[in-house]
Nanobody, 115 residues
Framework: QVQLAESGGGLVQAGGSLRLSCAAS????????MGWYRQVPGKQRELIAA???????NYADSVKGRFTISRDNAKNTVYLQMDSLKPEDTAVYYC?????????WGQGTQVTVSS
């Protein structure tokens, strides 16, 4: 099971951008699913972006057109480029990777968007 470490969160003004990174301790080359989730207090963790082994991507309607997920297999890293950020994007962001039958979560990184 790979270990994941997210980075890149922080405080940004509305309309700004951030890029989150999720570095894996092992190879993600065979990963069939890599995704970014977010969670706000009192609500369930929601999937907002995913990239599959073939490179297909999917996005939640709330972030479509503003966020872009990508992966760099050579660096064992998945990214989430977040543009045109809104205050409602404020949350803790988590990455998840599935390799084989094992799924791993990162520890989360806080993103705060001020109005």
């Amino acid at each position: 099971q790979v270990q994941l470490a997210e980075s890149g969160g922080g405080l940004v003004q509305a309309g700004g951008s951030l890029r989150l990174s999720c570095a894996a301790s092992g190879s993600i080359l065979s990963s069939r699913f890599m995704g970014w989730y977010r969670q706000v207090p009192g609500k369930q963790r929601e999937l907002i972006a995913a990239i599959l082994n073939g490179g297909n991507t999917n996005y939640a309607d709330s972030v479509k057109g503003r966020f872009t997920i990508s992966r760099d297999n050579a660096k064992n890293t998945v990214y989430l480029q977040m543009d045109s950020l809104k205050p409602e994007d404020t949350a803790v962001y988590y990455c998840k990777v599935i390799v084989g039958v094992s799924g791993s979560w990162g520890q989360g990184t806080q993103v705060t968007v001020s109005s």
